[in-house]
């Protein structure tokens, strides 16, 4: 199966400082992969999608000096929170989408989520 | 801009039994995926089932079946011979134009 790890699971920092977010595609490279924010008891948004060497595509609303994100290679993008407050609290989930998959089928692999808590 | 909505916030359903879940969605698109996941409270999306928009045959996956209708922008999940693992939040979602789209969610309480 295609499995995609995040790393730290969980994360606690101070208001003001700023937290990465790792998210790796573990056995297939990921053509796009994608971030989302789920608050308590809510459904996923999207906040944007990144593609291996090129600039994320950021969803209308998200800041993107905020939420920076790099797609360095097939398999690892991140996300950093920058200068976070306690309004970015949230559980953040990544997927991505396998390269070299069936053309008429998508599928998107998601991670098993980061939940940050900023203090 | 795609939406998609689950009308029913919380089911129930006695183990053993069979569930019907609800999704509908609006699109302009002719061609996009649809997609029930489920999420345990470990938070970990799991994929029940997916159907293609151009298969006319509602896809089954073992006591996991969909009802699609193109037409009427329907895509409703039915769960039989209901278990108690099968408790968890299950989003209906549609991809189309390069993105996933979730509903709200419904809440899936298995009655033992």
């Known amino acids: 199966g295609a499995v995609v790890s995040q790393h730290p699971s969980w994360v606690i920092c101070k208001s003001g400082t700023s937290v990465k977010i790792e998210c790796r595609s573990l056995d297939f490279q990921a053509t796009t992969m994608f971030w989302y924010r789920q608050f308590p008891k809510q459904s996923l948004m999207l906040m944007a999608t990144?593609?291996?060497?090129?600039?994320?595509?950021?969803e209308q609303g998200v800041e993107k000096d905020k939420f920076l994100i790099n797609h360095a290679s097939l398999t690892l993008s991140t996300l950093t929170v920058t200068s976070a407050h306690p309004e970015d609290s949230s559980f953040y989930i990544c997927?991505?989408?396998?390269?070299?998959?069936?053309?008429?089928?998508?599928?998107?692999?998601f991670g098993p989520g980061t939940r940050l808590t900023v203090l | 801009a795609q939406t998609v909505t689950q009308s029913q916030p919380e089911m129930s359903v006695q183990e053993a039994e069979t569930v019907t879940l609800s999704c509908t969605y609006d699109?302009?698109?002719?061609?996009?995926?649809l997609f029930w996941y489920k999420q345990p409270p470990s938070r970990q999306m799991i994929l029940v089932i997916r159907?293609?928009?151009?298969?006319?045959q509602n896809a089954t996956e073992n006591r996991f079946s969909v009802n699609f209708q193109k037409a009427a922008k329907s895509f409703s999940l039915k769960i039989s011979d209901s278990q108690l693992g099968d408790a968890a939040m299950y989003f209906c979602a549609f991809f189309g134009n390069e993105k996933l789209t979730f509903g709200t969610g419904t809440r899936l309480t298995i009655i033992p």
């Open positions: 159907q293609e928009a151009y298969k006319q």
């Open positions: 699109t302009s698109e002719s061609d996009y995926y």
């Open positions: 997927s991505a989408h396998r390269r070299g998959g069936l053309a008429d089928f998508y599928e998107q692999f």
């Open positions: 990144s593609n291996e060497g090129s600039k994320a595509t950021y």
